[in-house]
């Protein structure tokens, strides 16, 4: 007969040997044979490498994340079932998966994560949206760039630059309405786009409170429309006005510019007077000194070879 004092010894005796038993039968995770197996066909094993992904002990999502991107078209439809997951480790990298595999199918749960504010990396959905290359994509990343996270604006404007020429029209139209916050984003854009489309409505905004973004939008899309307001620049109050003016005539080359930029090379910026004397060579062909921080007097560094 079992005493009451002996249970007490066996069950503890009984709990350890279970759980010993239990881990014995834990196989630990191979992403290597995971991936092989995906590779041959098996679901079940492609689904263990996509939950993986919210895996962060000893690094196992980050073995596993070049793996799933490896196996290609394949593993989108495990990954897709991921992409709302609670686990925001497991969902950005979802997310990050399917931007590089280009997977338009991903479009829709993209721009959810991208209206999620609850999700702190939603950056991560506004890149992948770039990397899609749709245009649906133009309308949720301008959106974006309202959010209150600014690595999430930094994101959109850049996937909104990337989708080039489709973001254009959309950005334009936007532009006019935009906070002011979102306008200067809007503004960047166009400018590293340089789609002369733009030209007119940047300098419909040349008054406002963007201003030296817009001169500096205009310096990369080198249109002489925008001489007037680039000359007016140049006796901007705000420095950086007076610098990216002086570094939009250069390329312009007019005569009426270079007028205009040598009083400049006694700016108080030693900014200004630099990228003035640029500007100057640009036009005239002659090399022009400027005053340096230490006032010497010194050629500028050619920034075009």
Request: proline share 5%; net charge neutral; with cysteine.
């Amino acid at each position: 007969m079992v005493t009451r004092r002996l249970l007490h010894r066996i069950v503890p005796l009984a709990a350890l040997v279970l759980a010993l038993a239990g881990c014995q039968d834990k196989a630990p995770i191979d992403p290597v044979a995971l991936e092989n197996a995906a590779r041959a066909g098996d679901a079940k094993a492609m689904a263990r490498l996509a939950d993986l992904l919210g895996h962060a002990e000893n690094g196992v999502n980050d073995q596993v994340y070049p793996k799933i991107v490896a196996l290609g078209q394949e593993a989108v439809p495990a990954l897709l079932r991921q992409a709302a997951s609670k686990n925001a480790i497991q969902r950005e990298y979802t997310l990050a998966a399917l931007g590089t595999l280009r997977a338009r199918e991903a479009f829709d749960a993209l721009v959810a994560a991208l209206e999620d504010t609850g999700f702190e990396r939603r950056y991560i959905a506004a890149w992948a949206l770039g990397q899609l290359g749709d245009a649906r994509g133009v309308a949720p990343l301008i959106a974006a760039l309202n959010d209150d996270n600014e690595t999430v604006r930094r994101y959109a404007t850049r996937s909104l630059i990337k989708l080039d020429r489709h973001a254009v029209e959309p950005m334009i139209a936007a532009l006019p309405t935009a906070t002011t916050r979102a306008a200067g984003y809007l503004i960047r854009a166009l400018g590293d786009i340089g789609d002369a489309r733009a030209v007119e409505p940047l300098l419909a905004q040349v008054s406002g409170p963007n201003r030296p973004l817009v001169f500096q939008a205009l310096a990369k899309l080198k249109d002489r429309r925008a001489e007037a307001a680039l000359i007016e620049g140049l006796k901007d109050a705000d420095w950086r006005s007076r610098s990216f003016a002086a570094m939009a005539l250069g390329p312009l080359g007019s005569p009426q510019s270079a007028t205009a930029l040598e009083p400049l090379l006694d700016d108080p910026e030693v900014v200004v007077r630099e990228w003035a004397a640029r500007s100057l060579e640009m036009i005239t062909g002659k090399h022009v000194r400027y005053r340096d921080a230490k006032g010497e007097l010194v050629l500028p560094y050619s920034i075009y070879h």
